[in-house]
């Protein structure tokens, strides 16, 4: 089963795009203003394309983003746009949209699923973000956190206590912790 990593990548950013845009034309213009007093063009003209590279890769993800949001239903777009963008908590987009808390988590998961499915409707798959965007290590750190947080939160601790009469047999056992890591819910996408 697909964890949809790289497609929750591009939404967990989605709020940064156009101040990470900002920033780079800030620094480039300084490097632009710098180049004259610096004799060492090669460092300033391979610090520039990494610079367009970065705005390149968060223009184009923001896009690929805001096409996939507007094929979402109008109420579960906005639950989206709320949480990635805005950073609004589950308990205050249900105090706008006034739809019960319990609704949202239901439509949450599901429009997780359905934005990931429009961006490989698209030509954005697994595969197609993690080619595109996996070489920027913007785009790479923050695959590599969530994918922490994914693995963490597959592990499940089952604390057993340590010793349990068998009623049948009249038997003592003792039993020791249990840790599932291959546990994966059903709906992989991490909050």
Same mark, same amino acid.
């Given at each position: 089963?697909?964890?949809?990593?790289?497609?929750?990548?591009?939404?967990?950013? /989605?709020?940064?795009?156009?101040?990470?845009?900002?920033?780079?034309?800030?620094?480039?213009?300084?490097? @632009?203003?710098?180049?004259?007093?610096?004799?060492?063009?090669?460092?300033?003209?391979?610090?520039?394309?990494?610079?367009?590279?970065? #705005? $390149?890769? %968060?223009?184009? &993800? #923001?896009? +690929?983003? %805001?096409?996939?949001?507007?094929?979402?239903?109008?109420?579960?777009?906005?639950?989206?746009?709320?949480? /990635? !963008?805005?950073?609004?908590?589950?308990?205050?987009?249900?105090?706008?949209?006034?739809?019960?808390?319990?609704?949202?988590?239901?439509?949450?998961?599901?429009?997780?699923? #359905?934005?990931?499915?429009?961006?490989?409707?698209?030509?954005?798959?697994?595969? @197609?973000?993690? !080619?595109?965007?996996?070489?920027?290590?913007?785009?790479?750190?923050? /695959?590599?956190?969530?994918?922490? #947080? &994914? $693995?963490?939160?597959?592990?499940?601790? +089952?604390?057993?206590?340590?010793? /349990?009469?068998?009623?049948?047999?009249?038997?003592?056992?003792?039993?020791?912790?249990? @840790?599932?890591?291959?546990? @994966?819910?059903? $709906?992989?996408?991490?909050?």
């Amino acid at each position: 089963m697909e964890n949809f990593l790289w497609q929750k990548t591009l939404l967990d950013m /989605y709020h940064t795009f156009d101040r990470i845009v900002i920033i780079l034309d800030n620094k480039f213009n300084r490097l @632009v203003s710098n180049s004259l007093h610096n004799n060492n063009t090669t460092f300033l003209y391979d610090e520039m394309l990494t610079f367009m590279a970065r #705005k $390149n890769n %968060c223009l184009t &993800a #923001k896009s +690929i983003v %805001c096409n996939a949001l507007d094929k979402l239903s109008a109420t579960n777009q906005n639950i989206l746009k709320f949480y /990635y !963008k805005d950073k609004m908590s589950f308990k205050d987009i249900a105090k706008k949209e006034q739809i019960n808390i319990r609704q949202i988590f239901r439509n949450f998961d599901k429009e997780l699923s #359905k934005f990931a499915y429009y961006l490989s409707q698209d030509g954005y798959d697994t595969t @197609v973000i993690e !080619k595109e965007f996996g070489s920027d290590n913007l785009f790479a750190n923050t /695959y590599q956190r969530l994918e922490k #947080k &994914a $693995n963490d939160k597959a592990k499940t601790t +089952i604390q057993l206590t340590e010793v /349990y009469v068998d009623n049948k047999n009249k038997n003592y056992q003792s039993t020791s912790n249990f @840790v599932n890591e291959n546990f @994966v819910a059903v $709906n992989s996408f991490i909050r």
